[in-house]
């Protein structure tokens, strides 16, 4: 090669390696994460602090429940143990970086993999952002009480691929990156990548089988008959191990127990992502919609199955749900592909938007103004968390969890407070509640309540049981479902104050021995002491029994 052509070329890889790694940075600072412990961190972290013996977390039940997802809880146990807690933050803006790199693809791919023009990618990337920040969906709720651009990265029933923070469902971005690729011929690496997926969170599999399944379609089709053989058994063997895991974790421990722990995962504690009839509203079909319109961008591209047969395989076994009324097809979430195809639709649209007005675009000089609104973007989502004004908690619970988690011992149980909502009568469409102020955000009946879900978590101290963090076994689950009902019966009994001697023999006997309560309870009474109390909340020991 010439020694210009080389300076060149070299120059030109230098270029765009440093566009990319700035994309990202600002994308990530754009998107924004909520701070730890947020949300689902709450029950997905939990195994992964068990296994580290983190505080005294090995004496409580839900962390010695059947893991639903090891590897991750494997990952969470070395990074807490060997590295630091802000690893985590890490983790999730490479999941970022990756959502953002699926969107450049698809870019590159729709200008028939031109060089690199500087002013095009900025300003596509300045866009990406935009519709993505943190500071687009705050300014949606305020201005019309919805988030709305949620909307254009989350699937349907309120399933999502990256959400707010670091958690399994973030690894749903290696199916976006698995179809990807596939557009632009990597065949192999897209089938690991879209197995990788399934491997990592096992709700991924029935999706990863969707879009295997259309990329040997694609590759029949093109004549390429051995490659679609080669890549459907590849993806057989990365899977297999996941599959005997669940199969094997998660097989029913009896017909009866499994049906009726179906029963209350699918119309009790996840209808709001198990049935149709609460999700399909017009914000979903507009979703669908908007799904369907990508697909018609590439009607005439022989690629089209790719996206097509896991679209059409989703909306049939939704459809089949729906007709059947299976609790079984309903946990295996058919409508989940859906958080994978509506960003990628998103990032169909605007590169087909984007390479039609190109023309305009080299005259319009668009790389200063596209970094400008980055940067600005990037600075607004870090303010976001920083000046809360998202992802906000329940910070009045700050003074009972620090009182606890310095206070507990090895054999300190909790009971708190218990708020069972009803999801099926309350729950209508999909929504995101990361930039709700906290008054609406706790009043709102319309998504599960978020009283003390970081208790775990913070305190690392063992609880009796809460609403929010489930078990996936049916003999877990029913557990479950029985301390949810004890717990209620114990804390109307509290207020009622009613037997209060014989309520405290029934906590001793499942070795509750603290108490958190509103602070407008009054429980005083011999047999507990006031540990803590404040303007919130106030803790109760159960003194031990007396000998006879």
């Not at 990156?177 to 096992?202: R, Y």
Request: proline share 5%; glycine share 6%; aromatic share 14%.
């Amino acid at each position: 090669m010439p020694q210009n052509l080389e300076h060149e070329s070299g120059l030109y890889k230098t270029n765009t390696l440093g566009f990319g790694i700035a994309g990202i940075i600002l994308f990530c600072m754009a998107y924004s994460q909520a701070p730890l412990y947020y949300s689902n961190q709450n029950q997905y972290f939990l195994h992964g602090f068990t296994k580290a013996k983190l505080g005294y977390l090995e004496k409580d039940w839900l962390g010695n429940t059947t893991d639903p997802t090891p590897l991750f809880s494997g990952l969470v146990c070395l990074s807490i143990t060997w590295v630091h807690e802000n690893i985590f933050y890490l983790y999730y803006a490479m999941l970022q970086g990756v959502f953002l790199s699926c969107a450049w693809i698809i870019y590159h791919r729709k200008n028939n993999n031109k060089p690199f023009e500087i002013g095009h990618y900025a300003l596509f990337s300045a866009i990406f952002i935009f519709i993505n920040s943190a500071a687009l969906r705050w300014a949606s709720y305020r201005l019309f009480g919805h988030d709305y651009p949620w909307f254009l990265q989350a699937g349907v029933a309120g399933q999502y691929i990256l959400g707010a923070m670091f958690q399994p469902s973030n690894f749903g971005v290696f199916l976006l990156l698995g179809l990807s690729l596939f557009l632009v011929e990597k065949h192999i690496s897209a089938t690991v990548f879209t197995c990788l997926a399934g491997i990592l969170h096992t709700t991924y599999l029935l999706g990863g089988a969707f879009i295997i399944l259309g990329f040997q379609l694609y590759l029949v089709l093109d004549g390429k008959i051995k490659k679609a053989i080669l890549i459907g058994i590849l993806a057989l063997l990365l899977v297999t191990p996941s599959v005997f895991y669940a199969a094997g974790n998660f097989q029913p421990s009896s017909s009866e127990g499994f049906k009726e722990a179906q029963e209350f995962l699918v119309k009790f504690r996840l209808p709001h992502h198990c049935l149709p009839g609460l999700w399909l509203d017009w914000v979903a079909c507009l979703q669908i919609l908007w799904i369907m319109l990508s697909i018609f961008l590439f009607r005439k591209q022989k690629e089209l199955t790719v996206i097509l047969v896991p679209f059409l395989l989703g909306a049939l076994l939704t459809i089949l749900q729906v007709v059947t009324q299976s609790n079984t097809l309903a946990l295996l979430f058919p409508w989940r592909i859906s958080s994978v195809l509506v960003p990628l639709a998103t990032m169909i649209i605007l590169s087909e938007l984007l390479a039609y007005c190109n023309p305009f675009i080299s005259r319009l000089k668009p790389f200063v103004p596209s970094v400008v609104l980055s940067i600005i973007l990037a600075l607004l989502g870090i303010a976001i968390p920083v000046f809360k004004a998202g992802f906000v908690i329940k910070e009045n619970e700050n003074g009972i969890l620090a009182h606890i988690k310095t206070n507990k011992t090895i054999d300190d149980l909790y009971l708190l407070p218990v708020n069972v909502p009803n999801l099926a009568s309350t729950t209508r469409g999909s929504l995101s509640s990361d930039f709700k102020p906290i008054g609406k955000k706790t009043t709102d009946t319309r998504i599960v309540p978020i009283d003390m879900q970081r208790f775990r978590l913070y305190a690392q101290a063992p609880l009796y049981i809460d609403f929010k963090a489930i078990p996936y076994k049916d003999a877990d689950v029913l557990d479950w479902h029985r301390r949810l009902l004890l717990a209620q019966n114990w804390q109307k009994r509290l207020l009622d104050n009613k037997s209060p001697e014989l309520l405290l023999e029934e906590l001793r006997a499942q070795k509750i021995n603290h108490i958190v309560t509103n602070a407008n309870v009054d429980l005083e009474q011999s047999e507990l002491e006031l540990k803590f109390s404040d303007d919130h909340f106030k803790l109760w020991k159960i003194k031990e029994a007396r000998n006879p």
